[in-house]
């Protein structure tokens, strides 16, 4: 098999009991950083009148992750069903693919293992679910807490770590703009997802080494293509810890590179199909200008000034992210 689902310890009528509200918390060797969002969810405030659960899906971990959660349910309050589910196949699309279909909740959470939600993020997240259901997915507002001293003019490419500081006030995401919020802190309509998203997204996520990313913006993507509106719900609110090692330039090349490389697939999908091919040839002339015109620019910093070398590595990247796309699904057709 592909991937197993193993289920905690809970009687199988506790599981299956009717849930409004999942919360799924995707991870890959989290051992250390796991109890930290577990901590904040059993401590979460106006959440009594909801019948939520949360989810710890395994995403091929090699440490002690499993045995953290069994050792969290053993105290875990038991009006809160806590489960532990695998998913073998490398990848957050995967993980994220699993908890869409074993849960039964109308509504669907992800935050991310380095994600700590505010005391009432499951209460903001449910009560915004429930005025809004002409929303098929909403963001929440995103803090660092940074480890590390941050590289120089850092708020050139904060955007990129999942920092969504969008205002104080709830609004609609506009596909003329081509921002979306980010899967840390999301919350998905299950019928919008599994109506739009397919099984098998072209991005899957960071594995085997491979910083490609995007598969967040992938499927909420589909769900707005679906109709669907995609908001950011600023009443949800939750810290990003970023350790010091993703502050380097020995991460945060590689991380601009995956980035980068993604941009064909997020940027077609809110193109309609018939322009394409002309848009392919504006976005080729985009970025290459932008490469260029940033080498004239930095040319004397791009070996001292990580902030200026990242930036040429999303602008070189985003010029071959269609070759590159096309690779793969040339070689996923015949695998």
Same mark, same amino acid.
């Given at each position: 098999m592909?991937?197993s689902?193993? =289920? ?15 919360i ?10 796991? $109890? ?32 953290v ?8 309050? /038991?009006?809160i +069903? ?22 039964? /909740?109308?509504?669907? &959470? ?5 994600? =700590?939600?505010?005391?009432?993020w499951?209460a ?6 429930q ?19 941050? $590289?120089? %003019? ?5 955007s ?6 969008? &205002? ?13 919020p980010?899967s840390?802190g ?10 739009h ?9 960071? #594995?085997?080494?491979?910083?490609l990313?995007?598969e ?5 993507? #589909? ?7 995609? !908001?950011?719900?600023p ?5 990003h810890?970023? +350790? ?9 090349? +590689? ?19 018939w322009?394409? $091919? ?8 985009? %970025? ?5 015109? #940033?080498?004239?620019?930095y ?22 992210s269609p070759f590159y796309?096309? &690779? ?5 057709? !015949?695998?």
């Amino acid at each position: 098999m592909s991937h197993s689902v193993v =289920l905690s310890s809970l009687t199988t009528e506790t599981v299956q009991r009717p849930c409004d509200f999942t919360i799924a918390i995707c991870t890959y060797n989290g051992a250390q950083r796991i $109890p930290a969002v577990l901590d904040r969810l059993q401590r979460q405030l106006n959440a009594h009148d909801i019948r939520w659960e949360v989810f710890v899906v395994d995403n091929n971990s090699s440490d002690a992750t499993k045995a953290v959660v069994q050792q969290y349910q053993q105290n875990w309050p /038991s009006e809160i +069903p806590l489960r532990y589910l695998f998913e073998g196949r490398q990848g957050a699309a995967y993980a994220r693919q699993l908890a869409m279909e074993k849960s039964v /909740s109308e509504l669907v &959470g992800f935050l991310d293992d380095d994600n =700590l939600p505010a005391d009432d993020w499951v209460a903001a997240a449910y009560k915004f679910g429930q005025e809004h259901p002409h929303v098929g997915a909403y963001g929440s507002q995103i803090h660092g807490q940074f480890d590390g001293t941050l $590289p120089e %003019d850092f708020h050139r490419i904060q955007s990129f770590f999942a920092l969504t500081q969008r &205002g104080d006030t709830a609004h609609v995401y506009r596909p003329r703009l081509r921002v979306l919020p980010p899967s840390a802190g999301l919350v998905a309509r299950r019928k919008a997802w599994l109506n739009h998203v397919p099984k098998q997204l072209i991005l899957t996520g960071r #594995h085997d080494g491979q910083m490609l990313t995007g598969e967040d913006l992938e499927a909420i993507s #589909h769900i707005r293509r679906g109709n669907w509106e995609i !908001w950011h719900n600023p009443a949800m609110k939750v810290w990003h810890q970023i +350790p010091a090692r993703r502050l380097q330039r020995s991460y945060l090349l +590689p991380f601009f590179r995956g980035v980068g490389l993604s941009r064909h697939v997020t940027r077609m999908l809110n193109i309609p199909v018939w322009q394409r $091919p002309f848009v392919f040839w504006v976005y080729v002339a985009n %970025d290459l200008g932008k490469a260029l015109h #940033h080498v004239f620019m930095y040319r004397r910093l791009l070996k001292t000034h990580t902030v200026s070398a990242c930036e040429l590595q999303l602008y070189l990247s985003s010029l071959i992210s269609p070759f590159y796309i096309w &690779g793969i699904l040339i070689k996923r057709r !015949w695998h």
